[in-house]
T-cell receptor
Framework: NAGVTQTPKFRILKIGQSMTLQCTQD?????MYWYRQDPGMGLKLIYY???????DKGEVPNGYNVSRSTTEDFPLRLELAAPSQTSVYFC?????????????FGPGTRLLVL | QKEVEQDPGPLSVPEGAIVSLNCTYS??????FMWYRQYSRKGPELLMY????GNKEDGRFTAQVDKSSKYISLFIRDSQPSDSATYLC?????????????FGTGTRLTIIP
């Protein structure tokens, strides 16, 4: 199992450009999440999905969009990049067992908006 | 006031020392408490998972939850250079996947050989 994979690893965008951050998991998890991590700010939830076709906003959704057409994929779309979106983005998926929920994180995408 | 407070450090200790990492929180609804370890330029990985108050031990790691004080701790015994990482606490009202985790800001730990 590759786990959670993210592409690209690093990207520089100009203000106003758009891009899609890709996330794929091969663990057949229903739940998937997108977080951003800023220095000294911890992880903030952007969007999450409880299954294919179902998405919901997290704590900081403005400026982002998501879709979930398959169980495996959960892309994050930035339509009009702004300097405030400079961050490290992590995708995660979740396994709910009988007594414990574990979120598995991808390696992250570093985004710089200039 | 933040829902979860965590001292950002950095914290440097000599190899073999006992390390204590802590978080405080304000939301009494939190029932599930986690510690994640994040190496530089990597994603977080789950280290410890506890429910409600009490202690949980796993090898050199002990997680402690005191709900009456809204205080959780992670202890690392016989610390090793490989323990150098950022440690994030996280907590949730339930263990359902649609219940979001609230993370602390992370404590950067360096173990000096």
């Amino acid at each position: 199992n590759a786990g959670v994979t993210q592409t690209p690893k690093f990207r520089i965008l100009k203000i106003g450009q758009s891009m899609t951050l890709q996330c794929t998991q091969d663990m057949n998890h229903n739940y998937m999440y997108w977080y951003r991590q800023d220095p000294g700010m911890g992880l903030k939830l952007i969007y999450y999905s409880v299954g294919a076709g179902i998405t919901d906003k997290g704590e900081v959704p403005n400026g982002y969009n998501v879709s979930r057409s398959t169980t495996e994929d959960f892309p994050l779309r930035l339509e009009l990049a702004a300097p405030s979106q400079t961050s490290v983005y992590f995708c995660a998926s979740s396994s709910l067992t009988s007594d414990q929920e574990t979120q598995y994180f991808g390696p992250g995408t570093r985004l710089l908006v200039l | 006031q933040k829902e979860v407070e965590q001292d950002p450090g950095p914290l440097s200790v000599p190899e073999g020392a006992i390390v204590s990492l802590n978080c405080t929180y304000s939301n009494s609804a939190f029932q599930y408490f986690m510690w994640y370890r994040q190496y530089s330029r990597k994603g977080p990985e789950l280290l410890m998972y506890t429910y409600s108050s009490g202690n949980k031990e796993d090898g050199r790691f002990t997680a402690q939850v005191d709900k009456s004080s809204k205080y959780i701790s992670l202890f690392i015994r016989d610390s090793q250079p490989s323990d150098s990482a950022t440690y994030l606490c996280a907590m949730s009202p339930s263990n359902f996947g649609n219940e979001k985790l609230t993370f602390g800001t992370g404590t950067r730990l360096t173990i000096i050989p």
